[in-house]
């Protein structure tokens, strides 16, 4: 069954990080174009961030120089640290297996969510 | 980049209504476009790529249509199982970057 299971959520403090997890099963996180979006709480979508199967990387503007997208091949994992958090930041963050480059608004599947709240 | 205006933000419809919702782009996209439907503590799901084209395994009932900078989303029947908010979904191709409508909350008359 293809999977993803985030995990790495929690309560920080304005100003710090955390390191978010996405586990996957059934199928290669390499071979993939891998993605992050957020959801803030009531609110709409946002993409966050790319992860190409070459490697490279992509941001929103909102999280460009604060956040990093990146892999472990031998977990089959993906990651996304989060630095400098802010306020504004707060939301559900989802990781998905997308795009692809015949279907560039492609995302499935997606995880289920892992709710990152920062607040002093 | 190309913005993406949503509407309407949300409606009320009654089982077996015709809902239509539209996004348009603050310029052309071609056909580039998905919609995807979300519910409640769930993950999005989509329902049509390409503007027009039904994801597989999704009801009749869901139709996408439009290019350019115009786009809608139809449920021709509405069924319970659809009160949900739906989100259009466009891409820019350099640099990569997505691009979702600010949603439409389909609720229960």
């Known amino acids: 069954e293809v999977q993803l299971v985030e995990s790495g959520g929690g309560l920080i403090q304005p100003g710090g990080s955390l390191r978010l997890s996405c586990a996957a099963s059934?199928?290669?996180?390499?071979?993939?174009?891998m993605s992050w979006v957020r959801q803030a709480p009531g609110k709409g979508l946002e993409w966050v961030s790319v992860i190409y199967s070459g490697g490279s990387t992509y941001y929103a503007d909102s999280v460009k120089g604060r956040f990093t997208i990146s892999r472990d091949n031998s977990k089959n994992t993906l990651y996304l640290q989060m630095n400098s958090l802010r306020a504004e930041d707060t939301a559900v963050y989802y990781c998905?297996?997308?795009?692809?480059?015949?279907?560039?608004?492609?995302?499935?599947?997606w995880g289920q969510g892992t709710l990152v709240t920062v607040s002093s | 980049d190309i913005q993406m205006t949503q509407s309407p933000s949300s409606l009320s419809a009654s089982v077996g209504d015709r809902v239509t919702i539209t996004c348009r782009a603050s310029?052309?996209?071609?056909?580039?476009l998905g919609w995807y439907q979300q519910k409640p503590g769930k993950a999005p799901k989509r329902l049509i790529y390409a503007a027009s084209s039904l994801q597989s395994g999704v009801p009749s009932r869901f139709s996408g249509s439009g290019s350019g900078t115009e786009f809608t989303l139809t449920i021709s029947s509405l069924q319970p199982e659809d009160f949900a908010t739906y989100y259009c979904?466009?891409?820019?191709?350099?640099?990569?970057?997505?691009?979702f409508g600010q949603g439409t909350k389909v609720e229960i008359k």
């Open positions: 310029q052309g996209i071609r056909n580039d």
């Open positions: 998905a297996r997308g795009p692809r480059v015949s279907d560039p608004n492609w995302f499935d599947p």
């Open positions: 979904l466009q891409h820019n191709s350099y640099p990569p970057t997505w691009t």
């Open positions: 059934g199928f290669t996180v390499s071979s993939n174009y």
